[in-house]
């Protein structure tokens, strides 16, 4: 049943699904990023998350968060289990693109990198995790152009991290 709660939740992720069906991955990744830019628009410039290991985190994804997601997701997003393969959605410049575990972080990587680039700053985002099954999701290329070792950003995810990114 839709209440005042749940309504404008349930009307994105309605709108995430149609715009998948209408326009295919690519549309939708499309539409993702433009709301996350617009959003950090209207937030204006700026980082976020603690810092550790000279990189950001965040312990769980404020967009995220406020989803109630079915427990038949438990696993990254792929061809193989019949959803959109996040990682084929990566254009020429991997180390430009987010570290997905689910659309929701196709959004708020636009939204990071807009304010980022608003406050003068390159942003990488380095690591997330999938949050129900917490497997790691890693963007080598970003992790790689940011010489960022991949030692500090699993001792991130051990700490509990589920989402990492680096600015400079």
Do not use: Q
Request: hydrophobic share 40%.
């Amino acid at each position: 049943m839709l209440t005042r709660r749940n309504t404008p939740v349930r009307a994105f992720v309605a709108g995430i699904i149609e715009v998948a069906n209408e326009h295919g991955a690519e549309g939708l990744k499309t539409w993702l990023e433009a709301i996350g830019e617009r959003l950090a628009e209207l937030e204006g410039p700026g980082v976020e998350g603690k810092v550790s290991h000279g990189m950001n985190f965040l312990l769980s994804c404020p967009l995220y968060a406020i989803f109630e997601v079915p427990d038949s997701f438990r696993e990254l997003p792929r061809a193989s289990n019949g959803y959109i393969d996040l990682e084929e959605l990566k254009g020429e410049r991997p180390e430009d693109e987010a570290a997905a575990s689910s659309v929701f972080c196709i959004m708020h990587h636009a939204y990071r990198r807009k304010r980022a680039e608003l406050a003068g700053k390159k942003f990488y985002h380095l690591a997330s995790r999938m949050v129900i099954s917490d497997e790691p999701v890693l963007n080598e290329a970003a992790i790689t152009k940011s010489g960022v070792s991949k030692g500090d950003i699993e001792a991130l995810l051990e700490e509990g991290a589920y989402c990492i990114f680096k600015y400079e």
